[in-house]
């Protein structure tokens, strides 16, 4: 029986041995494309990011640099719009407007005598005759566009108590009101009812009872606190208009102070 032999060739021992794994070079290569790769979105994400804060910026930039340039020309419209006013009391002497505070002061033209809350036939025929050219200025573009409401504010003197003189100066402001919608004396024009209802609708009454008193030093008096003052008020930016067509036209009764 033959035996069968087996031979197992082996090589020669000059033959090197061939690794299974990767080399080093071939790793590092790898490892710097993988950094590469990784910088580069990183890159990209940081670009993106300068960019949106950037145009951000920008944008707040735009807005404040917009919101500066209608500051501007809102006070520019007052101004002129205030300018006309002031052209329209100088014709009325004693009428004065304060262009800082936004007031048209009719001095001795409104003052009231002591604990009283009554208008002369002289003062009265002048705020008839004044207040028209302020519903013309109301009713012009600039008016129409800045002006929001007219109020007539009543004062007192510090004689008497806070809440006498509240009521009084009350009364005062709302006599100006009772003034402009009466029939007119003989001579005068006749409001329009349109005027009229542009009196209801834009203008406003207030009291400040004793407090903005004015002290003459001069005379040792309280005199010129027994008044009222026209202060115009003007919208902001983007600020509505309030709105007044609910109300119905005509309607305005009779003075309540006549009893």
């Not at 035996?3 to 090589?11: E, L, P």
Request: net charge neutral; aromatic share 8%.
């Amino acid at each position: 029986m033959r035996h069968t032999r087996t031979v197992i060739k082996r090589g020669s021992k000059g033959e090197p041995e061939k690794p299974f794994w990767i080399s080093y070079a071939d790793l590092m290569t790898a490892l710097m494309v993988l950094f590469l790769v990784v910088m580069s979105v990183a890159l990209l994400a940081v670009t993106k990011t300068a960019s949106e804060v950037t145009k951000t910026v920008t944008e707040i930039e735009r807005q404040k640099a917009e919101a500066e340039r209608q500051r501007a020309e809102r006070d520019l419209d007052i101004r002129k719009l205030l300018e006309e006013v002031e052209k329209a009391a100088d014709h009325y002497p004693g009428v004065k407007v304060d262009k800082g505070r936004n007031i048209i002061d009719f001095g001795e033209k409104a003052r009231f005598e002591k604990a009283k809350s009554i208008l002369n036939a002289e003062q009265a025929r002048l705020l008839r005759a004044f207040t028209p050219e302020v519903l013309a200025i109301a009713r012009d573009e600039l008016g129409q566009k800045w002006l929001k409401r007219v109020v007539v504010e009543g004062f007192a003197s510090p004689e008497g108590d806070y809440l006498y003189n509240l009521n009084l100066s009350l009364q005062r402001s709302q006599r100006v009101i009772c003034v402009l919608l009466a029939s007119p004396a003989p001579g005068e024009r006749q409001m329009t009812d349109a005027e009229r209802g542009q009196i209801r609708d834009l203008f406003l009454v207030g009291g400040y009872s004793f407090n903005g008193a004015k002290y003459d030093a001069v005379l040792a008096n309280f005199d010129e606190s027994r008044r009222v003052e026209l202060r115009l008020e003007f919208l902001g930016i983007g600020e509505p208009r309030p709105a007044i067509d609910a109300v119905p036209p005509g309607n305005f009764g009779k003075c309540a102070l006549e009893g």
